[in-house]
Nanobody, 118 residues
Framework: QVPLKESGPGLVKPSQTVSLRCTVS??????????WNWIRQPPGKGPEWMGL???????MYNPSLKNRTSISWDTSKNQFSLDLLSVTPEDTAVYYC??????????WGQGTQVTVSS
């Protein structure tokens, strides 16, 4: 089991940037073959894949969110991060980080609630 743990601000105001962090234990995020994902689930809706950062630092994004999303990492802390710009109440969701190995999401964090409200 690979523990992943999300952290974030919880409540943000519209038009602000929400920054989330995922701390990974038990395996290096630069280990060959892994992809580190951000996924969110708004209330009453299905999960939405937001993007990922590969073990070599390359990133991929959901086209619908690409203009507002940035994923980065801090390998010294074994963490990867999500910045979501110009948030609206529609960005209210539980945000998850997850590891992908061999095309399977095989490890998940517990999720962190982000609420966008003035």
């Amino acid at each position: 089991q690979v523990p992943l743990k999300e952290s974030g601000p919880g409540l943000v105001k519209p038009s602000q940037t929400v920054s989330l962090r995922c701390t990974v234990s038990g395996v290096s995020i630069t280990s060959n073959g892994f992809a580190w994902n951000w996924i969110r689930q708004p209330p009453g809706k299905g999960p939405e894949w937001m993007g990922l950062i590969l073990y070599d630092g390359r990133t991929m994004y959901n086209p619908s969110l690409k203009n507002r999303t940035s994923i980065s990492w801090d390998t010294s802390k074994n963490q990867f991060s999500l910045d979501l710009l110009s948030v609206t109440p529609e960005d209210t969701a539980v945000y998850y980080c997850a590891r992908m190995s061999r095309s399977t999401l095989d490890a998940w964090g517990q999720g962190t609630q982000v609420t966008v409200s003035s």
